[in-house]
């Protein structure tokens, strides 16, 4: 027997692809210098990266569930905005409840009470996600058309559905104590509940990637999105494990509708179909079911919005657009399009 | 020569047939059968929504393609004659340019959205549009000085076209024969006219050729047509007739705003109506927007009454209160999806056999 096992040759890449491959990855501090060009003032620009970061970070949080969700299983949720607002809605009833501990000056106390509305509210976002998933994404698995029909009809009940719980008006409610206020960093004015967001948001990014990389479960979700079919056949139950992760998606969008609703202070019932418009944009510009492209393009748009706004307040949304359209002449299936083995 | 009339598209079940004639003479003697403000008001409604809804089928039930982009048209169409008439004074001549200038942005808009995004999939096109319509729907409310913002555009229109003007001394019928039933008349015909020419356009052997893209791209592909072009030139087709119909509106309301032709709810509204009507015919629009609208203006004192008998029952009262009509349009539309996705029409044209 010769020693001389097969081995898989991995072509290693030349350096000039990889260059190109990671080049997007410069693209959120390509833009963030840009920005500083263009405000001129480095204690504002400070203010208004961090605000930047911290609205990217939410919607990526809004939006990582959507995009896996497509790459997994070839499904969009038109609907998926309804999950935002109920997360929103439960989070903030929550904390209505717990408004002894949201006043109260301890920390502690403060952080517990948002970690109960936010617990809450991933769980109802969960499970009614997985309603969701049953009753109305179930039967039209592979039909893009009806697909996009039904979800928008279930955003439709779904909104009409909070106004009857929860009443037509608005709601408000200030944050906890501990996130009031700002850090004032040299001139530059830091609001404290935008570095929190930011921490959460780059905590779950980081958890994310590692177990879509190190686990079983990530392997699999992985696998799937490259070729369901496959990970059928070597007797995994791919609609099972599609299940969770809708689930799991549907309660990151609650997650991210309690975080922006305490960003914003105030919620509606129809805030969940206006953040996917932004959701939307960040996903095209990401590569539908790519999470690193997602992560990317939220930041992009979370920063452009932020300097535009600053800079030339009519053509915010506009601009998200032009980033948009720019980033598809570049390339046309957004920033890391997801290969499918097919 | 009514064949010829219908492009060879008869209704083809009995009943369709009687729906759809007691359609077209009730509103075409709407001034007459329906006297009072608020039936003209509906009857001017249905015709120009009959429009907007036959437009977008071209689109969702011949192209199969979802496009959230359709009330940006029909806005561009109607703040077109809206801004000629209000900048250049009420005349016809800027009433034409007017409506011409908006059908052509909307040509020119739907062209560059189509060639960007409709060579991947259908889902890209939706969320593309999605996007694009929303921004643009802030644009328009945030360029105030050019289109009044959120309180949108008041400004005069013809003489001819308005209550003031008497056509006829006496009352016809009981009917003042005035210039806002020379306006209704108007909208009525423009309407009509418009509905036979996209029968035509869907019977063609372009429209034809619609069909075959929208069940086998692939193979309509192989077999050599361009199906870019095609669906390209379906988006800027009913991207046209969408702005004509928002300039109909706009003559007819003499006021344009983005909550009457822009928002998000007016889309929703135009997508249940082509699904509960019936998708991939041209009678289920006209079916659907009648329907539709009759429910939200009349309906909704029923459910009025009916929240008021179950006042006692909490919960159910607040189901049933008129605010909520749209929850069970949106229950509708799911089911109408799942089970009959050929809508009122399909039904119809399925029971004959």
Redesign the interface.
């Known amino acids: 027997m010769s020693e001389t096992a097969i081995k898989p040759r991995i072509e290693k890449v030349p350096l000039r692809e990889q260059f190109f491959q990671k080049l997007p990855v410069l693209l959120v501090p390509m833009l963030a210098l840009l920005g500083l060009m263009a405000i001129g003032n480095p204690a504002s620009w400070l203010t208004l990266t961090v605000a930047g970061l911290a609205m990217g970070m939410m919607i990526f949080i809004m939006a990582s569930g959507l995009t896996v969700v497509?790459g997994l299983m070839d499904v969009?949720n038109?609907g998926h905005g309804a999950f935002v607002a109920v997360g929103a809605f439960v989070g903030f009833t929550v904390l209505a409840w717990l408004a002894g501990w949201t006043a109260s000056p301890s920390v502690m106390l403060n952080l517990a009470a948002v970690l109960i509305a936010i617990l809450a509210a991933m769980v109802v976002t969960g499970l009614l996600g997985y309603a969701f998933e049953r009753v109305?994404v179930m039967?039209?698995y592979g039909e893009?058309?009806?697909?996009?029909?039904?979800t928008?009809?279930?955003l439709?009940?779904a909104q009409?559905?909070i106004?009857?719980v929860w009443g037509?008006d608005e709601l408000h409610l200030s944050r906890p104590e501990a996130f009031q206020g700002s850090i004032v960093l040299g001139e530059a004015a830091i609001e404290k509940y935008r570095l929190v967001a930011v921490a959460i948001g780059l905590a779950l990014f980081l958890a994310m990637r590692h177990i879509l990389k190190n686990t079983k479960v990530g392997l699999l979700v992985r696998a799937g999105v490259e070729n369901g079919e496959m990970v059928e056949a070597l007797g995994y139950r791919i609609r099972r494990l599609f299940l969770i992760v809708f689930m799991t998606g549907s309660a990151l969008a609650g997650l991210g509708g309690v975080m922006w609703g305490l960003y914003q202070e105030t919620i509606t019932a129809h805030m969940g179909?206006?953040i996917?418009?932004l959701v939307?944009?960040v996903?095209?510009i990401g590569g539908?079911g790519s999470v690193e492209g997602c992560f990317i393009g939220a930041l992009l748009v979370g920063l452009l919005a932020n300097y535009t706004a600053f800079l030339a307040p009519?053509?915010a949304?506009?601009s998200?657009?032009a980033l948009?359209?720019a980033i598809?002449m570049w390339r046309?299936?957004g920033i890391y399009p997801v290969v499918k083995a097919k | 020569m009514l064949t010829r009339l219908l492009s060879g598209d008869t209704p083809r079940s009995g009943l369709l047939t009687v729906l759809l004639l007691i359609v077209l003479i009730s509103l075409a003697f709407a001034p007459f059968l329906f006297p009072g403000t608020k039936s003209l008001e509906t009857a001017a409604r249905i015709c120009i929504f009959i429009v907007l809804v036959a437009s977008y089928d071209l689109l969702?039930g011949y192209s199969?393609i979802?496009s959230f982009a359709h009330t940006m048209f029909f806005g561009i169409g109607a703040y077109g004659t809206a801004l000629a008439l209000n900048t250049s004074g009420p005349s016809y001549g800027s009433l034409i340019w007017g409506t011409l200038a908006g059908a052509l942005v909307a040509a020119l808009f739907a062209l560059a959205i189509g060639l960007?995004?409709l060579?991947?999939?259908?889902?890209?096109f939706?969320?593309?549009t999605?996007?694009?319509a929303?921004?643009f729907a802030?644009?328009v409310s945030?360029?105030s000085w050019l289109t009044g913002g959120e309180d949108g555009l008041n400004y005069k229109i013809p003489r001819e076209l308005t209550p003031a003007f008497k056509l006829v001394k006496e009352k016809v019928l009981g009917v003042r024969i005035n210039g806002k039933l020379v306006a209704y008349y108007l909208v009525f015909f423009a309407s009509a006219v418009l509905f036979l020419i996209m029968l035509r356009v869907v019977n063609s052997p372009f429209g034809r050729t619609l069909k075959a893209v929208r069940d086998n791209a692939f193979r309509a592909e192989a077999i050599g047509y361009r199906v870019v072009w095609y669906r390209t030139t379906a988006t800027v087709l009913s991207a046209v007739m969408a702005a004509l119909a928002g300039s109909l509106l706009a003559i007819w309301l003499r006021y344009t705003g983005p909550a009457t032709t822009l928002s998000?709810e007016i889309m929703?509204d135009i997508?249940l109506m082509v699904?509960i009507g019936g998708m991939g015919t041209l009678y289920g629009a006209v079916l659907g927007a009648t329907l539709f609208i009759l429910a939200q203006t009349y309906l909704q004192n029923l459910m009025g009454v009916a929240a008021e008998a179950t006042s006692a029952v909490p919960?159910v009262s607040?189901?049933v209160a008129p605010?909520?009509w749209?929850?069970w349009?949106?229950?509708l539309?799911?089911l109408s999806?799942?089970f009959f996705?050929s809508g009122i029409v399909g039904r119809l044209r399925a029971g004959r056999a």
Do not use: C, D, N, W
């Open positions: 497509f969009i038109f109305i039967p039209v893009h058309l009806k697909q996009i029909l039904v928008m009809g279930g439709i009940v009409q559905m106004y009857v037509p179909s206006e996917m418009v939307f944009i996903v095209i539908l009519k053509v949304l506009i998200t657009i948009m359209v598809l046309p299936q | 969702l199969g979802v960007f995004s060579r991947v999939k259908a889902i890209f939706a969320m593309v999605l996007a694009v929303s921004a802030v644009f945030q360029m998000m929703i997508l699904v919960l607040t189901l605010e909520r749209l929850l349009l949106g229950v539309f799911i999806v799942y996705p």
